[in-house]
T-cell receptor, first 109, second 116 residues
Framework: GIQVEQSPPDLILQEGANSTLRCNFSDSVNNLQWFHQNPWGQLINLFYIPSGTKQNGRLSATTVATERYSLLYISSSQTTDSGVYFCAVERPNDYKLSFGAGTTVTVRA | NAGVTQTPKFQVLKTGQSMTLQCAQDMNHNSMYWYRQDPGMGLRLIYY???????DKGEVPNGYNVSRLNKREFSLRLESAAPSQTSVYFCASRPGTSGPIQETQYFGPGTRLLVL
């Protein structure tokens, strides 16, 4: 199956700092999503971004499909940004998302 | 609009016991999914249902069965629970059916299962 690698595995930030999370994938995809799992376990979709760039408040994401990677940017981090960020991809005609292992982000006040 | 709901929230089982995890969505979505999440890992797909009346195996189907009861409900059954099935189980749904439809998945709050 498709391989999804996320880096770094862990990230500790001081409140107000910026950061970049990376997702590499091993095959062509037609669906890529970023999710945030908060400390209570709830999974929230952040972006549906198979290609291009999107922004939502302090978060933005860029996917370069031809080079098989996606980046998630967190700017001016807040303690509420803490949690695990997952990248998930889907190959054409597969109709199943494959998840990376996640990046655990801890934002300290 | 409750989105995706799951019951129960927590469950403790003894090895060999059976149970059914319930999932329902009120968004008129066609596709539904069951995942498990183990510590330090991403989500792994157990089973999915691309439309009412169909089910397919995912990455880790052994030890589980599913039923797509109707368009709203998708249940996951453990016939004989094992300690290796201790995990957090998530149900998800999305609007589309099979084919090249790229859409967002919506997740339920999860069920924490401990098998002793």
């Amino acid at each position: 199956g498709i391989q999804v690698e996320q880096s770094p595995p862990d990230l500790i930030l001081q409140e107000g700092a910026n950061s970049t999370l990376r997702c590499n994938f091993s095959d062509s995809v037609n669906n890529l999503q970023w999710f945030h799992q908060n400390p209570w376990g709830q999974l929230i979709n952040l972006f549906y971004i198979p290609s291009g760039t999107k922004q939502n408040g302090r978060l933005s994401a860029t996917t370069v499909a031809t080079e098989r990677y996606s980046l998630l940017y967190i700017s001016s981090s807040q303690t509420t940004d803490s949690g695990v960020y997952f990248c998930a991809v889907e190959r054409p005609n597969d109709y199943k998302l494959s998840f990376g292992a996640g990046t655990t982000v801890t934002v300290r006040a | 609009n409750a989105g995706v709901t799951q019951t129960p929230k927590f469950q403790v089982l003894k090895t060999g016991q059976s149970m059914t995890l319930q999932c329902a969505q009120d968004m008129n979505h066609n596709s539904m999914y069951w995942y498990r999440q183990d510590p330090g890992m991403g989500l792994r797909l157990i089973y999915y249902s691309a439309s009412e009346g169909t089910t397919d195996k995912g990455e880790v189907p052994n030890g589980y069965n599913v039923s797509r009861l109707n368009k709203r409900e998708f249940s996951l059954r453990l016939e004989s629970a094992a300690p290796s099935q201790t995990s957090v189980y998530f149900c998800a749904s999305r609007p589309g059916t099979s084919g090249p439809i790229q859409e967002t998945q919506y997740f339920g709050p999860g069920t924490r299962l401990l098998v002793l």
